[in-house]
T-cell receptor, first 114, second 113 residues
Framework: EPEVTQTPSHQVTQMGQEVILRCVPI?????FYWYRQILGQKVEFLVS????????KSEIFDDQFSVERPDGSNFTLKIRSTKLEDSAMYFC????????????FGPGTRLTVL | AQSVTQLGSHVSVSEGALVLLRCNYS??????LFWYVQYPNQGLQLLLK??????LVKGINGFEAEFKKSETSFHLTKPSAHMSDAAEYFC???????????FGKGTMLLVSP
């Protein structure tokens, strides 16, 4: 069964460093998403991506964040200069279509900023 | 803005007992509603969804949920809990015309023998 994969499963970084979280969506899906969950809080939407551009983004997704689909399979989230409050579980998701299709989630990357 | 409230961060039941996980949403327009489950070290898996039509929705693993517009609720139930149901459950809402999901904080279901 096709699934969304994410690497690494756990990333530890120093404050101020850049991190790149990687996701491989399901191959025939066209819409991609990043969500995050700070420990003990809600899963929050960050950004959606379609046709090589951002289609929606939340207030959380500021200039420190960027997304890219560098090739036909990967979808990445970059945080330019990490802050302590960026520590969270980051989930990638993909869907075949935008509005009426299920979003399939990856297992998440736990980011710890020290 | 839409929001989702899940009552109880932890719910404990005995094996064989009824499972009831509560979800209330706030929305000015009819939403699409979802329940996801997360097992340890795995991603979020869709249990069931309500879009339109029948308000009682059946999902995988014997779970079901009923959309009650008058109560703005979408509670998740299962008649008889199994040990394998122990996981974290998330209620989510999506509004028509938007693709993004708004999640609740999640409820951890604990099942004891």
């Amino acid at each position: 069964e096709p699934e969304v994969t994410q690497t690494p499963s756990h990333q530890v970084t120093q404050m101020g460093q850049e991190v790149i979280l990687r996701c491989v969506p399901i191959s025939n899906h066209l819409y991609f998403y990043w969500y995050r969950q700070i420990l003990g809080q809600k899963v929050e939407f960050l950004v959606s991506f379609y046709n090589n551009e951002i289609s929606e983004k939340s207030e959380i997704f500021d200039d420190q964040f960027s997304v890219e689909r560098p090739d036909g399979s990967n979808f990445t989230l970059k945080i330019r200069s990490t802050k302590l409050e960026d520590s969270a579980m980051y989930f990638c998701a993909s869907s075949e279509k935008a509005l009426y299709n299920e979003q399939f989630f990856g297992p998440g990357t736990r980011l710890t900023v020290l | 803005a839409q929001s989702v409230t899940q009552l109880g961060s932890h719910v404990s039941v005995s094996e064989g007992a009824l499972v009831l996980l509560r979800c209330n949403y706030s929305s000015s327009v009819p939403p699409y509603l979802f329940w996801y489950v997360q097992y340890p070290n795995q991603g979020l898996q869709l249990l069931l969804k309500y879009t339109t039509g029948a308000t009682l929705v059946k999902g995988i693993n014997g779970f079901e949920a009923e959309f009650k517009k008058s109560e703005t609720s979408f509670h998740l139930t299962k008649p008889s809990a199994h040990m394998s149901d122990a996981a974290e459950y998330f209620c989510a809402v999506r509004h028509s015309g938007y693709s993004t999901l708004t999640f609740g904080k999640g409820t951890m279901l604990l099942v004891s023998p």
